[in-house]
């Protein structure tokens, strides 16, 4: 689908030059759900197929509706029932790029703040703009064709919509394909895209050769699963019964729908597959199950095979690096708290010195604490020589509980307690 849209220079002011029209004024990319539905694999960005429509170059002082207007002139639909979402960064630590609603009062230039946009370029500034039209409309044609045919269209402007990209995993052919955009309300549940039938609608518009359907009465007989694509490597399973909001899902996120039923695997082999760099856009069309034997290749297909086994295993043993760190910092955290932690308080508590058990966290705790506090120390006094640092083997940690110095500690902070609280200040954090 190619959008043609031109820049109308009647709107030009006769005091403007061209230099300073040129300075007011912004590319827009048009990208539609139907750019949408040839996205295959992960999300990817900068595959949006927005290079092959044409710009829209508008005044940035102009506002949303303004715009709006220019779409619907080109697909004959309403402006009402149209909704037009900007790609841009989701905060600064996430790095997500999502589609972000555009209310249509705003200015074309507050979308086009170069930390927000992910393809900002100085010399050639330019917002991908997605337009959706309300369900019933053909994703091709734009012609108004409902399954229900006495449903209206929707007022898109009056609602609070919460845009989702919505994909489908095949568990049997081991492929991901899109099946374009869902608006929602933030109260509705997920499990909605299953009870209007549009996950079934969307899947039988995909060639049978690409997926394999499930089976069975509208699939009632299957459970499905429904996993946030928050990263290509990080994933989340989503409760289908609860709302986007019960989910922590927001506007522009990408869902992924698996079904699961007797022809398919019992576990989902979803997140591993992708972890491993396998439903990346490029990797598509590959058969992930392994060939059958006796199978040959030619030599440029096995030097490809080898190449691509490489690869594979290079990612698999970062990915086990990463896995082997966070393990090693959550003992570490683990191992902290239980240092941390104070000895019950009683009347009855006594002076006891106990020696620790060296399987157990603390014992390691405390030893790493110590092995790791060594450094090098001069030879002599004053020498210039410095020496390696000590290496210790330790046998024995003993733990001392004093109840005099630990009534002590809390009666003064109590005491703090009360000063600080006085004052305004903020608690002091447990240990």
Known sequence: LTVCLNWDLSEQHPEDSPRDM???????????????????????????????????????????????????????????????????????????????????RSQIGQQALFRTVPHFVSNDPYLVVLAVAATGFDVHTFVWNPKDKNRLPDDMHRMHLMLLIVKYFCPVKCKLVSLGCYYISATQPLKIMLDDGWVLDRLRMIPDDVIELPSGSAGVTYSWLCWEEFSTKDWKLSDIEYSIEGNALQSGDVVIWEAQGPQCVKESQLPNLAKAGLLTPHMHGIDFRPPPRGTQHSADENICLHQEKKRLLSEVSDLTLQIECQAAEYEAQRQWLLAARMPRMTQYTELLVDALDKTSPKFSFFAKLLQKSCVKHRKQLRSSEWAEPPDFEVRTVQTVTNPRLLRLYNTKLEELEGLRRLTGCSPIEAL
């Open 22 to 104: 040129s300075a007011r004024e912004i590319d827009i990319r048009m990208v539609f759900e139907a750019d949408i539905l040839k996205m295959r694999g992960l999300w990817e960005h900068q595959l949006l197929p927005s290079n092959s429509t044409k710009m829209l170059r508008i005044s940035k002082d102009q506002t949303v509706w303004h715009l709006l207007k220019k779409v619907s002139q080109h697909c004959a639909v309403p402006p009402t029932h149209i909704f037009l979402f900007v790609l841009e960064y989701r905060g600064t630590n996430t790095r997500q790029v999502r589609f972000r609603p555009m209310h249509f």
